[in-house]
């Protein structure tokens, strides 16, 4: 009996249900759904970062050569192009995964970096008067890699409220993070732990957090910066340093004066002077060597890309319809623009300093593959298929925008009431 002709059934390429998608096709769907604007910020920066820290490396190199090794001076160089190459590889692969998978690996790094933290205290290896890394052949600090990893789990826990909105997620999630900042402050690490209470701070607002409850919060805040200025000698050190001036932490005033020093235009690739009296110039203060020999209109230029990526994922989640993406996403690129921008002040002798690098610019071995894990999460929440139209809430909804604005069409207002 002969088959029935079906139009296109014997096409080449169609694809049958349950069938595996080939590596190509999967490749194009992926540059399909890429947010190509986005990753093309992301490797510009990192490309800068590449001669940033060939600018910087002769000083680190010098400070760090002995009588017995002489370091050559593109040591930290040649080192940080491999980092990077591991780590865009590593942001790639992170970025092709599905947001269901991006979740169940956020939440399966947060409880194993959770984990690690315990074990700081007790064997972890202590450098600069802090106990932060562990050391298992490879050195790397379990903090840099909890930070995207609380952005899911945050978003995931504050997203129950869609199931459930008599669940208190808010406060589970104010204790998850109570835990997180107790074991930071064990080493101690300052600077990390106000970078993930801020992370959480937008995301419990976005959230939906009661007006009542934000000034709780923001007291609750001040009454632990007090109470850390009194507890810890390190951060009162830092704090009175930058308030006053001081004797044994005066990095931050060099790093200033290492940052002006080039003027608008800069003294020239590789003539900087100043950088070599600066104290760690190739991971937390390249943001000063980058002032001194490319110019202050080059670190306008880097400020500006940082705020286009964080303005170019904010576009993308306005249309966003899920709230556990839209969360995480929101909480992803706060932890990454928070690290730029406390960087970029400790530069500016703005802000005390954290110890904290410029993220995809500053040298870094583990930390630059945390940062591109970072990164490759964002790429994943952010995909989206460009032929779907959005019909439901997105973050334009959550703040409150679309209330203001009446709809422009009829067909508009008919969408809105079948999908409030």
């Avoid at 001194?292 to 880097?302: D, K, P, R, S």
């Avoid at 925008?401 to 009446?406: G, L, P």
Wanted: hydrophobic share 55%; glycine share 10%.
């Amino acid at each position: 009996m002969q088959r029935p002709y079906v139009p296109g059934a014997a096409r080449p390429g169609m694809r049958r249900p349950g069938q595996k998608l080939s590596r190509w096709t999967e490749l194009t769907i992926w540059w399909r759904e890429i947010d190509r604007v986005l990753l093309g910020l992301i490797l510009a920066l990192m490309a800068f970062g590449t001669v940033a820290v060939a600018a910087a490396s002769p000083a680190s190199a010098d400070r760090l050569s002995t009588a017995t090794e002489t370091l050559d001076p593109l040591y930290f160089f040649y080192r940080h192009l491999a980092w990077q190459a591991i780590g865009i590889g590593v942001m790639i692969a992170i970025s092709m995964v599905s947001r269901e998978n991006a979740r169940r690996g956020g939440l399966l790094l947060a409880a194993a970096m959770l984990g690690a933290l315990f074990l700081v205290p007790i064997v972890g290896a202590e450098v600069n008067g802090a106990r932060r890394w562990l050391d298992f052949g490879m050195r790397f600090q379990p903090s840099e890699f909890l930070k995207p990893a609380f952005a899911i789990a945050i978003a995931w826990i504050l997203s129950w409220k869609m199931r459930d909105p008599n669940l208190p997620v808010i406060a589970l999630s104010a204790a998850a993070l109570a835990l997180v900042a107790a074991l930071l402050m064990m080493q101690p690490n300052l600077g990390d732990t106000i970078l993930f209470f801020g992370a959480w701070f937008v995301l419990v607002l976005l959230a939906g957090v009661p007006v009542q409850r934000m000034g709780a919060l923001v007291g609750i805040g001040g009454a632990a910066m007090v109470a850390t200025y009194f507890l810890y000698d390190n951060a009162r050190h830092r704090i009175d340093s930058f308030m006053g001036g001081g004797t044994a932490f005066d990095q931050v005033d060099l790093a200033e004066r290492t940052l002006l020093a080039g003027g608008w235009t800069g003294s020239g690739y590789g003539l900087g002077l100043r950088k070599m009296n600066l104290p760690e110039a190739h991971t937390d203060y390249i943001f000063s060597v980058i002032g001194e020999e490319f110019g202050l209109i080059v670190c306008a230029l880097v400020v500006i890309v940082y705020l286009a990526i964080v303005a170019r994922v904010l576009m993308k989640l306005i249309d966003e319809d899920d709230l556990f993406a839209l969360l995480a996403g929101a909480g992803l690129i706060t932890l990454f623009a928070g690290q730029a921008f406390i960087n970029i002040l400790v530069n500016l002798q703005l802000f005390p300093s954290k110890g904290m690098t410029l993220p995809l610019i500053s040298y870094g071995g583990s930390s630059t593959i945390a940062l591109c894990l970072e990164v490759g999460l964002l790429l994943a929440i952010t995909r989206r298929n460009p032929f779907l139209k959005r019909e439901t809430r997105g973050l334009v909804d959550v703040i409150g925008w679309n209330e203001r604005r009446a709809p422009k069409k009829q067909s508009d207002a008919i969408r809105r009431e079948i999908y409030p």
